[in-house]
């Protein structure tokens, strides 16, 4: 009887090891196959379609874009395309986020403003290349999420905020550069107030069907604007839910 106990609790710690063992190797496999899907990721959707940045490949190849994306879309997190990320919002295509983040030609010491923090994933690449990151969402369910994934992924250079993103964030202007992931109809003033000599703005605006990716420039207290793709962003809205 006794032998028996001492073989049936032999067969239970085997059969634990055995499925902590598979577990991990699970894991494992899963976190490699994730590694692969995002260096195809950056190789194939943006450095062939011409980001030449290397803080920006590196910051893409690093950030676990999956982490950000929320079921049942986790497992098109690498593919070609934005998702959705809850209350009717998206996550913008790799290429976009990529080009985008190119555009501000962001340098090691700048200081971020980022209106539509949305999963946070944005947020994550700037926070990559810069000294510091505000980002503004204007649903709360968004930023807290946003902000504990941010913490649990350890970014500490990363300050959010729930609220209006139309007026910026005046306690920490001036900013290096801005960069604006909802498209208003207009390009808002407050923003280009706020942006430092040599500022860089990156802005979707215009109506809901004629949109385009707007790049602003601040030199000597001047800006200059120019069009530089036609785009498709969600509406930036005010707390009553109306678009600007
Ligand atoms: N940068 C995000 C994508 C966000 S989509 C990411 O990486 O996931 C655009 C976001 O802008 C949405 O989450 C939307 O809720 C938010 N938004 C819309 N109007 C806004 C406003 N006035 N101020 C702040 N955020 C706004």
């Known amino acids: 009887m006794k032998i028996l106990k001492g073989s049936i609790e032999k067969l239970m710690l085997l059969i634990l090891v055995v499925l902590f063992y598979g577990c991990h190797a699970q894991s494992d496999s899963e976190r490699h196959a994730r590694e692969r899907a995002r260096d195809r990721m950056v190789t194939e959707q943006i450095q062939w379609r011409g980001v030449t940045d290397k803080n920006v490949l590196r910051a893409m190849r690093s950030v676990p874009r999956h982490a950000f994306v929320p079921e049942p879309y ?11 990320i809850g209350d009717g919002q998206t996550i913008s295509q790799p290429y976009i986020v990529g080009y985008m983040t190119e555009a501000l030609d962001l340098k090691p010491f700048d200081k971020v403003l980022e209106i539509g923090t949305g999963s946070g994933y944005q947020a994550a690449i700037l926070a990559e290349i810069c000294d510091s990151v505000y980002t503004i969402e204007i649903f709360e369910s968004l930023a807290s999420r946003a902000g504990i994934l941010l913490d649990s992924l350890g970014y500490t250079n990363i300050r959010i905020r729930n609220g209006d993103g139309h007026q910026g ?9 801005i960069i604006v992931t909802c498209a208003p109809e207009k390009i808002p003033e407050p923003l280009q107030e706020q942006l430092a000599e040599n ?7 215009g109506e809901r069907s004629i949109q385009y990716l707007y790049l602003l420039v601040k030199k000597k207290g001047k ?20 678009r600007y």
Not at 169 to 177: I, S
């Open 74 to 84: 986790t497992e098109y997190a690498y593919d070609d395309t934005p998702l959705p």
């Open 169 to 177: 964030w005046h306690e920490y202007a001036p900013f290096d550069a």
């Open 199 to 205: 500022g860089r703005m990156i802005i979707p605006a």
């Open 223 to 242: 800006i200059r604007e120019r069009a530089i793709l036609p785009v498709r962003f969600v509406p930036m809205i005010n707390e009553e839910g109306k």
